[in-house]
């Protein structure tokens, strides 16, 4: 009888939670998609979730939930596709996406643009560090604060990472840092990234490029709408990842002012294959070894209906940043540290630094009320060369020290006022005892 007591209670219970998670006003207008499409990313997104615990827990807060374009969107795309007859190889659909892209970044720069698609942003990486003319075993420099696609790209282009710091308030790597190091270990390129999709002054690395004879190469893929390129001889990989702001499910982009980087990108894209009559090589035959890297109409069609919905969803995203970091500064003061500069153009997550203690303090306190957190681009790429050959691993201090207190925190389009109430609260309950001023340096621990 107690037993049957408590089940009726605990559904009652449910069903209120329910209730009231249904009437939250939340930030952003897309909160009446369905939850059910909101729940299968929603638990992918949560490390330690079973396949029910989302109903069980209603209140969970998800990292991450991807909004790609509905099928209503997607529509007059996929009606060109069956009237094409094209799914793959170049199709018109790509290629009306890298004519809608170029214009967009030729808006920001005084240069002809030329935009390239690929599968993956990670095979835009490898495939744009290929046609850099490295000879193989060249040595990379790559900031130790990224994703590991990054240093995977570089090793699966025959090349060496040289892992080096980042500069303690922007959190990236910088042309001072990276003249450092190539003097030390002479390298040959280098790979910066725009980290949590802060931007490059690509004027800056290309200027670098000039004095030092290095190549570089920017990793933007999270920066679609924040990173520009303005300098015609710094080529700029972008991902479509599902949860990009420009998404297609999965692909990339190579962008760049240099017509003959883009068109080996896309003849690596194609596995080699010469498709140029006029190249001195007959049609068909191969020139290089590449891979099978290219977008499919699908993906293209995806891609243009995000980039139909990007200003709005921008703005939408824009305005949760602002709310969210507002009510978190004035919940915890001083406690907190932030990447320097303005807000990226489209947020998709959201990182904080706070003291090592108080982060640890945080991700307890998250974990008991159903809030997803993560250590974003953690273990340091360092770390991660202790399995991998080889490597060059230079002294990263400011790394090791931005990393330990560093925690991304739930952000989407669908996250609401009360949630950004809740997580503002946890992480005011993981300051409150840390009374030092965070220091953007070493000092950081207490």
């Known amino acids: 009888m107690f037993n049957a007591r408590r089940k009726r209670a605990d559904t009652s219970r ?164 990276a003249s450092d190091v190539a003097a030390q270990t002479g390298a040959a390129a280098v790979l910066a990234v725009a980290a949590f999709g802060k931007p490059h002054d690509t004027k800056r690395w290309s200027a670098f490029r000039k004095k030092t004879g290095i190549e570089v190469v920017i990793d933007a893929a999270g920066a679609f709408g924040s990173q520009w390129v303005e300098a015609a001889d710094v080529p700029v990989i972008y991902s479509l990842h599902a949860t990009k702001s420009l998404a297609a499910g999965e692909g990339g982009i190579v962008v760049s002012g240099n017509p003959a980087i883009n068109a080996r990108v896309r003849q690596l894209s194609n596995f080699g294959i010469n498709l140029d009559p006029e190249a001195g090589l007959p049609t068909g035959h191969l020139s290089f070894v590449g891979s099978n890297a290219k977008l499919s109409e699908y993906h293209a069609a995806v891609a243009h209906a995000s980039l139909d919905q990007w200003h709005l969803h921008a703005g939408q995203r824009q305005k949760i940043y602002r709310t969210y970091r507002e009510t978190l500064d004035a919940a915890c003061g001083d406690k907190l540290q932030w990447q320097s500069g303005s807000a990226p153009a489209a947020p998709t997550i959201f990182c904080v630094r706070m003291a090592e203690p108080a982060r640890n303090r ?16 953690q273990p340091l790429l360092h770390k991660h060369a202790e399995q991998v050959t080889p490597t060059i691993k230079m002294p990263v201090p400011i790394a090791e020290s931005i990393a330990s207190g560093l925690i991304g925190l739930p952000f989407s389009l669908f996250l609401s006022s009360d949630e950004i109430t809740r997580i503002a609260e946890a992480a005011r309950q993981a300051t409150a005892t840390h009374r030092k001023q965070l220091s953007p340096h070493l000092d950081h621990h207490g």
């Not at 809030?371 to 974003?376: F, N």
Request: proline letters at 9%; aromatic letters at 6%; glycine letters at 4%.
């Open 14 to 177: 449910i069903e209120h939670m329910l209730t009231m998670k249904r009437q939250r006003a939340p930030i952003s207008p897309n909160h009446h998609l369905p939850q059910s499409g909101k729940q299968s990313v929603a638990l992918h997104a949560n490390r330690g979730l079973a396949g029910n615990d989302y109903m069980k827990h209603p209140s969970i807060i998800p990292l991450l939930v991807p909004q790609l374009p509905d099928r209503r969107a997607l529509s007059p795309y996929l009606d060109q596709i069956d009237q094409n007859r094209h799914y793959s190889n170049f199709g018109p659909l790509n290629q009306s996406l890298e004519n809608r892209l170029a214009s967009s970044f030729e808006a920001h720069c005084s240069h002809p643009i030329h935009v390239t698609t690929t599968s993956s942003a990670t095979m835009g990486l490898e495939l744009t560090l290929h046609c850099l003319g490295l000879p193989p075993g060249s040595k990379v420099i790559v900031p130790a604060l990224t994703f590991v696609a990054s240093f995977t790209a570089i090793i699966r282009a025959g090349h060496v990472p040289v892992i080096a710091d980042i500069d303690p308030e922007s959190w990236l790597l910088t042309p001072e840092t």
């Open 362 to 377: 945080m991700e307890k306190i998250c974990q008991s009320r159903h809030i997803a957190t993560r250590r974003w681009y």
